[in-house]
């Protein structure tokens, strides 16, 4: 079997990474509305053709997007009440009720777990016959997935301790998906893709390409492992018995212990990777490309037996290398996939990516510990996609603030920060415009920064801190942060450095 995607390439571009939950607006969290349609605006008028989310799917514990209820469904929290005004679904007052006026800059979390619900039900008790022939549509399309998220989230909310659908009876499932509990799910998820896809659109009449992100592992309470336990290795009581992690590095000295159930790779062989392949096609049909983290598990996998307390005594198991890809690729063709490529990394894998033929990450804020490391900019290879920093790194600003004085200096030198204002921050923050400056200049087809770093933010605003359980995923910006932004700097640099183009993937066998 050979790879037929060597010749993946994507467009000399430029973007902004941040999570639909971050956007502003007046409902709590970010949403899918015109906030939304409004950053992409502000992207095209920065000269930025990219736009990088974090996943989309519902989260689960921590209201961690890596750690989703189902692989398929979208987090019902991103549905905008406007929409479901629009459609005659809420009244004005239901609509007025939804507004959050607290901390602007904060996800709050149980607000919305109090209060979301019983508006999203209101709204599906008034659907009208033309939207019910809308969502079974939807249904009919989605069943593969959406009946088993229906099916959980069902359970869920009724309190029926299922621990596996295999434990269902025929007629226990068939009575469950006539429950309004079961058809309120599938509404939610119909509404939020009926939103996504009318973003998406939006955002391609722009030129921008829209780039989601694929966690390699799901939640053990997800109904992922509920419905397919066989593709999971578990033991008889459906409990995990290895656990997925990372080996000690840069972020942790520990290593880091996700929690997550390890796949049993020869088992999904078996039918040929149906589930992953299932799973990356129905997500580049909603995004342009997909950015799949922890790229380095389909080579090797760091597997933490479960009744150890951390990460330091897993071990490296082989992982089902890139067959999955080839099958996948054999059916759909060449695919505008971004391997995450960070963390403990060898010969072999460097060998594994090549192969590959996906363009893996770089981040500056790795570069400068003295070595000649691959994340210095004069190290990279157009076949790339390049960062500042990613959702797990500090905010550029940050790092410089907490970073070692050799560091700090090598940065400086290197960057060209001037030395005397380093440490100042805002929109026209002397390190944040010199690390995007250097950063555009490389030979990487396609750069993206935090949006933190375009405001010159501080370590407060940060997205995540890996390993701490508490205060991530939570952070928002508010409509003046983004206003005060410089666009006409970015214009420059994307001008200067010829990064002024729409969002393009392509092949070498197309134009």
Request: net charge negative; hydrophobic share 35%.
């Amino acid at each position: 079997m050979k790879m037929i995607s060597a010749s993946k390439r994507f467009e000399r571009t430029a973007g902004a990474l941040l999570p639909i939950f971050s956007l502003p607006g007046d409902y709590g969290i970010g949403v899918l509305g015109k906030e939304a349609k409004a950053f992409a605006d502000f992207l095209v008028s920065a000269g930025l053709h990219v736009w990088q989310v974090l996943p989309t799917v519902h989260a689960g514990a921590g209201n961690s997007p890596y750690s989703g209820v189902s692989a398929f469904a979208g987090d019902p929290n991103y549905i905008d009440p406007e929409a479901l005004f629009e459609q005659g679904l809420i009244t004005e007052d239901e609509l007025a009720s939804a507004r959050y006026v607290k901390a602007l800059h904060k996800v709050d979390y149980e607000w919305l777990d109090a209060h979301r619900p019983a508006l999203w039900k209101r709204a599906f008790s008034r659907i009208t016959p033309e939207i019910r022939a809308e969502i079974n549509q939807f249904q009919e399309e989605n069943a593969y997935w959406l009946e088993d998220y229906a099916l959980f989230m069902t359970c869920k909310e009724k309190e029926l301790e299922v621990k596996s659908k295999s434990l269902l009876t025929e007629p226990q499932i068939q009575a469950l998906k006539s429950d309004d509990i079961y058809s309120y799910y599938c509404f939610l998820q119909y509404e939020f893709y009926r939103e996504w896809t009318l973003l998406k659109e939006y955002c391609e009449d722009k030129g921008i390409g829209l780039v989601g992100d694929l966690p390699i592992y799901v939640s053990q309470d997800s109904c992922d492992v509920w419905a397919n336990p066989e593709i999971f290795l578990l033991d008889d009581d459906l409990e995990p018995i290895g656990i997925a992690g990372t080996p000690p590095d840069y972020f942790s000295e520990d290593g880091q212990c996700w929690g997550n159930p390890l796949y049993d790779w020869s088992r999904m062989e078996e039918d040929g990777y149906g589930w992953w392949i299932d799973r990356i096609a129905f997500h580049l049909n909603y995004n342009d490309a997909m950015r799949i983290d922890h790229f380095r598990g389909f080579e090797k996998y760091w597997y933490i037996p479960a009744d150890e307390p951390n990460a330091k005594k897993g071990y490296w198991e082989t992982g089902p290398g890139l067959k999955l890809f080839e099958l996948y690729e054999q059916k759909y063709g060449p695919a505008p996939i971004i391997a995450e490529d960070l963390g403990t990394v060898d010969e072999n894998f460097f060998k594994f990516m090549a192969k590959s033929g996906y363009p893996g990450m770089r981040v500056m804020q790795f570069a400068f510990d003295g070595s000649n490391t691959m994340h210095l900019p004069h190290n990279y290879v157009h076949h790339t996609v390049a960062y500042t920093g990613t959702h797990d790194n500090n905010t550029t600003l940050g790092w410089i603030w907490e970073a070692s004085q050799g560091e700090r200096e090598r940065a400086i030198n290197y960057c060209n920060i001037p030395i005397s204002h380093w440490g100042e921050g805002g929109p026209h923050s002397p390190v944040c415009q010199s690390f995007l400056r250097t950063l555009y200049q490389s030979v990487a087809n396609i750069v993206i920064a935090p949006l933190q770093d375009f405001c010159g933010f501080g370590a407060d605003t940060r997205t995540n801190i890996p390993g701490e359980a508490l205060h991530n995923w939570n952070f928002r910006f508010t409509r003046e942060n983004i206003r005060s932004i410089d666009r006409d700097f970015l214009n420059k640099l994307c001008e200067t450095y010829h990064r002024n183009h729409e969002f393009r993937f392509y092949s070498e066998d197309q134009d």
